[in-house]
Nanobody, 122 residues
């Protein structure tokens, strides 16, 4: 069983930065891919970023490329999302999730956290 707990969300002004963290339990963390997704009110959950098991490969949604950076620490079983130059349209609940392979599809992920709210004011 895997548990994922996100933290680091909050309220920030446009142009500001936030770093989200996801703490994972379970012995298989270092062999799995991890992803971040977000869901805004009235919208479907969408892919944000993903990272392979050894951090050699990453993938980003076009909307966050060059502004967000995903990273992981396989010793501490954590994955992070550094978010810079935040925009009001980045406002959403952000979820981390675990997958056996790097993918932008929600269906590839079998464990999800509860989410953390990010609100960007204009």
């Amino acid at each position: 069983q895997v548990q994922l707990v996100e933290s680091g969300g909050g309220l920030v002004q446009a142009g500001g930065s936030l770093t989200l963290s996801c703490a994972a339990s379970g012995r298989t963390f270092s062999s799995t891919a991890m992803g971040w997704f977000r869901q805004a009110p009235g919208k479907e959950r969408e892919f944000v970023a993903a990272i392979g098991w050894n951090a050699a490969n990453t993938n980003y949604a076009d909307s966050v490329k060059d502004r967000f950076t995903i990273s992981r620490d396989n010793v501490r079983n954590t994955v992070h999302l550094q978010m810079n130059s935040l925009k009001p349209e980045d406002t959403a609940i952000y979820y981390c999730a675990k997958s056996r392979y790097l993918s932008p599809r929600t269906t590839a992920y079998d464990y999800w956290g509860q989410g953390t709210q990010v609100t960007v004011s204009s």
